[in-house]
């Protein structure tokens, strides 16, 4: 598409829609190829015990009537049993996590790799995302990846790189980016991405809502296990709000545009409401412009704010009309050449990413979603990184970022600082 003046529905067309996203299947690529039917049991582990991580495992023993949890790590202990305790009443002939494989620590991932499961759940923070998925392709797993896979470049790279040795491995990597599994976003955006509101030129998305929890600690916990428990609010853990929460949005709007990666993005955004020592060094607001090759505009609003006006969803405006997604209010409407609503049943999206993770594994024809999260994480990355530094920022240099977030090495005894709050025109792009 860089060299033609070909739109950009056509070029979604010609190349073939299911090599994009935004796909009738499910908004992602699945290769042809499989590795052969399995009617063994399937092992799961859960690796980060918290409510995302207690929620992906339910789901996941539910997708499947032969599949059983088999091991559990987190940093903390009390994750561990009260996640078991839960999973448990739920499902107690498939909940085989003996005490030997609950396993605490910031290396206890390995141990459940090591621990003969077939699939694993990566819902840690998203610091440790890459290095986990890198471990869990290296060790021949299906992965369940949360969103963000990174939270930073070189992140990004481990998980592009790490995605594409699982398609040599014909291995199923599922995303997190759980809206392209709901059925009414799926036949709108499809019906978007074939040409019903014309080519897209503007997607207003927001993702504007209330402050987020905040944890009690023990005062004799070091610096470094508080900030763990309250991980979202310290930028190098999380990757800040627009990485954590609000790159749904940002991804939304990259379906919406077939996928194609954007040209740059400028824009703005700090922290206002949040200022406390306790709300870490991340942004509570965000502003960003992306543009595209073709002259199309992606513009994103967010923030976590209370007692302030709430809003999620899009506003796609193209050359023959408009698509709104609210997605409080499970709107989906478009005007235009056919004026069109979404009238059908919806679905558990949650769900639905695990049913056809298991479907893929079962019928040997592996679903790789790899490549298109890991995009959708350096859109983000891009929101961020001209807000921090207030520079226009391309997706060439946010892919070949050589800033690092974080330390290679975590001790929960020992303190990693957090870094100032980034000031716009002062913090530098690395």
Known sequence: MSDDKTTRRKFIKTTGAAAIGGTM???????????GRN???LKVGLIGCGGRGTGAANQALIADNNVVLWAMSDIFDDRIDESHKNLLKLHPDKVKVDKD????????????LDSGVDVVILTTPPYFRPTQFE???QAGKHVFSEKPMAVDAPGVRKIFEASRKAKEKQLS???????????????????????????VMSVYNTYNTGGLWLRDV?????PMRKKMKNWIYHNWISGDPIMEQFIHSIDMMSWAFGDVKPLSASGTGGRQSRIGPEYGNVFDHYAIVYEYENGAKGFHFSRQQKNCNNSYGLDML??????????????????????????????DMYQQEHDELFASIRSGKPINHGEIMAQSTLIGLMGRMTAYTGQTITYEQALNSQEVFGPDVIDLEIDYPDAPVARPGITPFK
């Open 173 to 199: 990597v599922m995303s997190g980016f759980c809206w392209r599994f709901h059925t009414p976003k799926r036949e709108t955006f499809q019906r978007v991405l074939d040409g019903a509101i014309g080519d």
């Open 101 to 112: 494989r609950k396993f605490i620590g910031l290396d206890s991932y390995k141990k459940v």
């Open 25 to 35: 299947i499910s908004g992602f690529g699945i290769p042809a190829m499989g590795f």
């Open 318 to 347: 193209g050359t023959d009309g408009r698509c709104v997604v609210d997605c409080p209010k499970n709107k989906h409407v478009i005007t235009g050449k056919e004026d069109w609503k979404y009238r059908g049943s919806g679905n």
């Open 218 to 222: 023990q005062p004799d916990w070091t």
């Open 135 to 137: 471990a869990a392709i």
């Open 39 to 41: 009617s063994d049991t």
